[in-house]
């Protein structure tokens, strides 16, 4: 079982960038897909972003496509989100997630994923 704790909140205003991280304990971080969802108050869980074991396919939302990028370090144990260009509608509770599933950097569903971090606040201001 693998524990998961994003750091990065923040308030910036329309335009600048933010960078999240996720920490992941356990031993097989680097056999979890690995994702990024974000939840706005009264909407659905949206998926952001994923990444394969090795971090050598990633897939996104056309939401956040040439603006944000997500990134791993398995000897860190670590996730990473930066955003930039940062609009008012990016706004929301941000999640990391890490899917058991096979391979693919293409887990966009909330049900793949297994285990999920606590979240963090994005707030962009216009």
């Known amino acids: 079982q693998v524990q998961l704790v994003e750091s990065g909140e923040g308030l910036v205003q329309a335009g600048g960038s933010l960078r999240l991280s996720c920490a992941a304990s356990?031993?097989?971080?680097?056999?979890?897909?690995m994702g990024w969802f974000r939840q706005a108050p009264g909407k659905e869980r949206e998926f952001v972003a994923s990444?394969?074991?090795?971090?050598?396919?990633?897939y996104y939302a056309d939401s956040v496509k040439d603006r944000f990028t997500i990134s791993r370090d398995n000897a860190k144990n670590s996730l990473y989100l930066q955003m930039n260009s940062l609009k008012p509608e990016d706004t929301a509770v941000y999640y990391c997630?890490?899917?058991?599933?096979?391979?693919?950097?293409?887990?966009?569903?909330?049900?793949?994923?297994?285990?999920w971090g606590q979240g963090t606040q994005v707030t962009v201001s216009s």
């Open positions: 997630a890490a899917s058991r599933r096979a391979n693919s950097s293409r887990r966009k569903s909330v049900y793949d994923y297994d285990y």
């Open positions: 356990g031993r097989s971080f680097s056999n979890y897909v």
């Open positions: 990444i394969s074991w090795d971090g050598d396919s990633t």
